[in-house]
């Protein structure tokens, strides 16, 4: 999505980017976004790896024929309609849905219920927060002692739920009917990953458990683990689609937003509620209304794009409005391809590269233009830089 300079802006993403990790519905995910004026990163970290040669999935399938069961548990609509078009392929189709037919099935969701009714069948029971404890505790209020229960996955194994259902005397067959792989290509989401780290995206959204999983592996073998954890928990919104998703992140102190059901739609709205209050800074400099978002400026109503480099002078500005700040320090806050690009030295205490005063004049010269407006960043001779406001009286109601 391409931002134009200057345009009167009531789309409540605008300004912001988005990193979409979904494999699956990424396009829906995507298009709503840009509908409300995110700038999406898509960068899929798992994709779905069909089992349709799959013995253990055969296997599980024969089970579920061969002997009587007592309950099925349908997880996901996706799933259960893939183990159903799998089936007909090895021409079980008929025998499955004849033993299903005669079962008290528990499905998780609406989805998972749709996917049902369309065979004809009925679900006996469906949980309303559509999660798998639910259906779980549902299932342990009874007496499960030698009852044959087939559970479909989603992805990957459920051994809290499984292996409770085994506690309570159950004979339990997993069926496996998709999992989910790491990409061919993670170019995307390693570029991603660094752009979280760099600041220049504000939301990540993830739609999976196994994305979240992905995510944190590619980190880890690029050496930024600890410092995509560090910008998850601080400037970096983790909008995740439910909690059984969301559980890797918080176990590792990252707070994240979710919806009140598990929708793409509502996880979309749960990003525009939030992002705007968490990543926007709204100042008055100068008479006018300045708020910074992700990678633009709303100025007077006007959204206007800004470059990683000056928007990383700007920000530094914004956390002390009104007071000076010097060359010296706003050296540290330039993105490091700037200090690649040849405007730097190197720091002979760590060796690593840092800006130099002419790269900050730069990037000034860049900031001023992009907004537009004279006054707005002042230069304090010899001393550094300034928004034009008067120290406490600069946030906007």
């Given at each position: 999505?391409?931002?134009?300079?200057?345009?009167?802006?009531?789309?409540?993403?605008?300004?912001?980017?988005?990193g979409v990790t979904a494999a699956r519905r990424h396009e829906e995910l995507a298009a709503l976004l840009e509908r409300r004026g995110a700038r999406v990163v898509h960068a899929p970290a798992i994709r779905l790896v069909p089992l349709q040669d799959d013995a253990e999935l055969?296997?599980?399938t024969e089970e579920c024929i061969s002997r009587p069961l007592d309950y099925v548990v349908v997880t996901t609509g996706i799933g259960f309609r893939a183990w159903l078009e799998t089936a007909d392929g090895w021409g079980l189709r008929d025998s499955l849905l004849d033993r299903l037919g005669r079962v008290p099935i528990l499905a998780r969701g609406p989805k998972a219920r749709g996917?049902?009714?369309?065979?004809?069948?009925?679900?006996?029971?469906?949980?309303?927060?559509?999660?798998c404890d639910e259906v779980l505790k549902h299932l342990l209020e009874g007496d499960l002692r030698g009852t044959r229960i087939a559970v479909q996955l989603y992805g990957e194994p459920l051994p809290d739920f499984t292996d409770a259902l085994r506690g309570h005397g159950a004979?339990?067959?997993?069926?496996?009917v998709y999992r989910w792989s790491r990409t061919d290509d993670s170019t995307p989401l390693r570029r991603l990953v660094g752009q979280a780290v760099a600041g220049t995206v504000d939301a990540i959204t993830f739609t999976s458990a196994p994305a979240v999983t992905a995510t944190l592996a590619v980190a880890a073998e690029d050496g930024l683990?600890?410092?995509l954890i560090e910008a998850l928990r601080t400037h970096v919104v983790a909008a995740c689609v439910g909690p059984v998703t969301a559980f890797a992140l918080t176990e590792r102190g990252v707070p994240t937003i979710q919806p009140e059901r598990a929708r793409i739609g509502a996880l979309v709205r749960?990003?525009?509620?939030?992002?705007?209050?968490?990543?926007?800074?709204?100042?008055?400099?100068?008479?006018?209304?300045?708020?910074?978002?992700?990678?633009?400026?709303?100025?007077?109503?006007?959204?206007?794009?800004?470059?990683?480099?000056?928007?990383?002078?700007?920000?530094?500005?914004?956390?002390?409005?009104?007071?000076?700040v010097s060359r010296a320090e706003l050296c540290g806050v330039l993105p490091s391809r700037v200090v690649a690009a040849g405007s730097g030295?190197?720091?002979?205490?760590?060796?690593r590269p840092q800006a130099d005063e002419h790269a900050v004049e730069m990037a000034v010269a860049r900031l001023r233009r992009g907004l537009g407006r004279t006054g707005i960043v002042e230069t304090v001779v010899k001393r550094g830089y300034r928004l034009a406001c008067e120290p406490g009286r600069e946030a906007l109601a």
């Open positions: 999505m391409t931002i134009q300079a200057g345009v009167l802006t009531s789309e409540p993403l605008s300004g912001f980017a988005v055969l296997q599980a996917a049902i009714r369309s065979t004809g069948i009925t679900e006996a029971w469906s949980p309303e927060s559509e999660s004979e339990v067959i997993e069926v496996p683990e600890d410092a749960a990003i525009v509620e939030d992002l705007p209050e968490r990543r926007a800074r709204r100042l008055h400099v100068r008479g006018h209304a300045l708020e910074l978002r992700g990678h633009a400026v709303v100025l007077d109503g006007q959204l206007r794009p800004i470059a990683p480099a000056p928007m990383a002078i700007l920000r530094a500005l914004a956390r002390r409005p009104g007071h000076v030295w190197t720091n002979p205490r760590d060796g």
